[in-house]
């Protein structure tokens, strides 16, 4: 006699649960056998097993002041380009960090529901942290730095940008950088750049690196040799005497040359490498760590 359908239908999923764990175990199997970091496609890999960590969460509270606007950048050949200002309310100049946004994304993408540092900055100061504004500007997809058609993001935020922030009444000299996968690269390049005597502190969250030419993301660079003139990777040194805290997680595709650009240091940075993609769910899990960073050595007596 048939099983009654409810019967079927408990059956089925028995079944379900079963052929579901010998998937995990499979699944784990797989990693302990196989280095899975070395395998194409790691990035959706890790993200499909679930291997990425937790999400972080923009935090439930009241953003800092935020003003913006617009200015016609004669670096960059004349385009519009956007800025927004986040800063807490001060009766004092207060020190700046110039955030850097990613390939794709413009200035906004650093506040708001995007990476919301502008909530996180308010929640830094509501819990004691030093204040300080946090500044953006659009960069285009030009990686930050001059390109062969004339277009100049990296003087657009040294000679431009910078200058605008002066006259809106923040301290310059009290200089900081950070940014996420291309701005994150841009950061440290900036920081270079200046160096100590200019840039009190950098931060870079998933920084798009690459260890030769070959390896470059197509539009990254114009060529060889732009990306010989313009790469991070083996400018370490430049970087002396200035805090430098950088983040990458172990299911993102930069992760390998990430490494190679810290091992490169003789004083290992702050940060680390710990579960997670190259996505702002990462981004903002670490946004509060890197917030706090950048405040304690911003504000800090030199």
């Known amino acids: 006699m048939a099983a009654p359908s409810g019967s079927r239908r408990a059956v089925v999923t028995r079944r379900s649960l079963v052929v579901?764990?010998?998937?995990?175990?499979?699944?784990?199997?797989?990693?302990?056998?196989?280095?899975?970091?070395?395998?194409?496609?790691?990035?959706?890999?890790?993200?499909?097993?679930?291997?990425?960590?937790?999400?972080?969460?923009i935090p439930d509270v009241r953003p800092v002041p935020m003003r913006s606007g617009s200015f016609t950048s004669r670096a960059r050949r004349g385009?519009?380009?956007?800025?927004?200002?986040?800063?807490?309310?001060?009766?004092?100049?207060?020190?700046?960090?110039?955030?850097?946004?990613?390939?794709?994304?413009?200035?906004?993408d650093l506040f708001g529901h995007r990476?919301?540092?502008?909530?996180f900055l308010a929640e830094h100061v509501d819990h004691g942290g030093a204040p300080f504004a946090i500044a953006a500007v659009d960069g285009g997809d030009r990686y930050w730095h001059r390109r062969a058609d004339g277009d100049d993001?990296?003087?657009?935020?040294?000679?431009?940008?910078?200058?605008?922030?002066?006259?809106?009444?923040?301290?310059t000299?009290?200089?900081?950088?950070?940014?996420?996968?291309?701005?994150?690269?841009g950061a440290l390049h900036f920081?270079?750049?200046?160096?100590?005597?200019?840039?009190?502190?950098?931060?870079?969250?998933?920084?798009?690196?690459?260890?030769?030419?070959?390896?470059?993301?197509?539009?990254?660079?114009?060529?060889?040799?732009?990306?010989?003139?313009?790469?991070?990777?083996?400018?370490?040194?430049?970087?002396?005497?200035?805090?430098?805290?950088?983040?990458?997680?172990?299911?993102?595709?930069f992760e390998p040359a990430v490494r190679t650009y810290v091992d490169g240091f003789t004083r290992r940075p702050a940060g680390g490498f710990e579960a997670g993609g190259h996505d702002m769910a990462f981004w903002r899990r670490l946004a509060p760590d890197h917030v706090a960073f950048l405040g304690r050595h911003l504000t800090s007596a030199t």
Not at 155 to 171: C, H, K, N, T, Y
Not at 173 to 185: A, I, K, N, Q
């Open 20 to 57: 579901g764990a010998v998937g995990v175990a499979a699944v784990g199997a797989l990693g302990a056998a196989v280095d899975l970091r070395a395998l194409p496609g790691r990035s959706t890999l890790y993200r499909v097993l679930g291997l990425d960590g937790h999400a972080g969460r």
């Open 153 to 171: 993001p990296a003087s657009m935020v040294l000679d431009e940008f910078l200058p605008l922030l002066a006259r809106q009444g923040l301290d």
């Open 115 to 119: 990476l919301g540092l502008d909530r």
């Open 79 to 108: 385009r519009r380009v956007g800025w927004t200002v986040a800063a807490p309310t001060s009766d004092h100049a207060l020190p700046v960090v110039v955030a850097l946004h990613g390939y794709g994304d413009d200035h906004a």
């Open 191 to 253: 920081a270079g750049v200046l160096g100590r005597h200019r840039v009190r502190v950098v931060s870079a969250l998933s920084p798009a690196l690459w260890t030769t030419a070959g390896d470059t993301a197509r539009g990254a660079f114009d060529d060889p040799t732009d990306f010989a003139a313009n790469t991070v990777t083996g400018r370490q040194r430049a970087l002396d005497g200035i805090p430098v805290r950088i983040d990458c997680g172990t299911g993102d595709g």
């Open 173 to 185: 000299g009290r200089l900081g950088f950070t940014g996420y996968s291309m701005g994150g690269y």
